[in-house]
């Protein structure tokens, strides 16, 4: 029976790609491109010296704006721009609802029989143990706030190196037409050189504008979006976990996570 319930309390997240994110960067790519070979060759719009500047200029000037450390590390938060957890706030306040009413029937050393069943939530899963080893309920939602406030800052950090690149990415692009400019005035008596420099001055342009615009950017708000999506989950399981070391009634915290759901999410566990 007991495992019957771990299994009904069992919500399995999965990461999901993002196709929201892929069709976009296919698609604002995919026409650029298309518009680039129907006006002409599309080879021209290829210039090793101008992605130098712009790709490495950036990644260069962005670096200095951070730590090595923070810089590796956002990796992975960067990368949850394509990919990110399926659960959803509605589902994660049934699982702490159901959760409640079985610490409410059974006691709390109840829920040692679905901790294994949790791992996969780790945020939950923390919670809950705290609460099976006897942890005041006032604690664990100290402790749990303090975790949820570090993964907030990780993805903040991550969504503040995206804005650096797409402010520097453009700048880049201008560094690298004054270079073409310069390049192509110091030999204006040598017609050969003008098409090159000329191709410098304004390629660096167009990759700054791209990159900042349609990479940088974008990723950047996609990040923050999917921030706030899991601080509200985290939100819920903080409030549920809190709430049932207290040992407060499920019905209370029902209206304690319809509180901070938006009215969309909000759930009726006992109606």
């Keep these: 029976m ?6 009904s309390n069992a919500i399995k997240p999965s990461s999901t790609i993002d196709l929201a994110t892929i069709i976009g960067l296919i698609a604002g790519f995919g026409l650029i491109t298309s518009a680039i070979i129907l006006g002409g060759d599309a080879l021209a719009f290829i210039n090793p010296p101008s992605i130098l500047i712009v790709i490495g200029g950036t990644l ?26 399926s659960l959803d706030a509605s589902d994660a306040a049934m699982q702490v609802l159901e959760i409640s009413e079985m610490a409410r029937k059974k006691g709390v050393l109840s829920l040692q029989n679905m901790l ?8 939950l899963y923390k919670g809950m143990l705290m609460i099976v080893d006897g942890t005041p309920g006032e604690e664990v939602e100290v402790i749990l706030r303090l975790d949820r406030n570090a993964t907030i800052e990780r993805h903040k950090k991550g969504a503040s190196i ?3 690149a797409a402010e520097y990415a453009p700048a880049m692009g201008l560094i690298g037409t004054l270079i073409g400019l310069v390049q192509m005035l110091g030999n204006l008596e040598d017609p050969s ?11 660096t342009t167009f990759y700054g504008a791209v990159l900042a615009n349609m990479v ?6 996609k990040l923050e979006r999917n921030s706030v999506a899991e601080a509200t989950v985290s939100n819920v399981y903080l409030m549920g976990a809190s709430s049932i070391g207290r040992q407060e009634s499920p019905r209370r915290l029902e209206m304690l996570l319809n509180s901070i759901l938006p009215p969309s999410k909000r759930v009726q566990y006992f109606d």
């Design 2 to 7: 007991a495992d019957d319930i771990a299994d």
């Design 60 to 85: 260069a000037v962005t670096s200095m704006c951070f730590t090595l450390k923070e810089m590796t590390s956002s990796l992975g938060v960067i990368g949850k721009t394509f990919f990110y957890s």
């Design 193 to 203: 050189t003008i098409g090159p420099a000329m191709a410098v001055a304004l390629l």
């Design 162 to 164: 995206l804005r650096k």
């Design 216 to 221: 940088f950017s974008p990723m950047a708000a």
């Design 116 to 123: 294994e069943s949790l791992k996969q939530q780790p945020f």
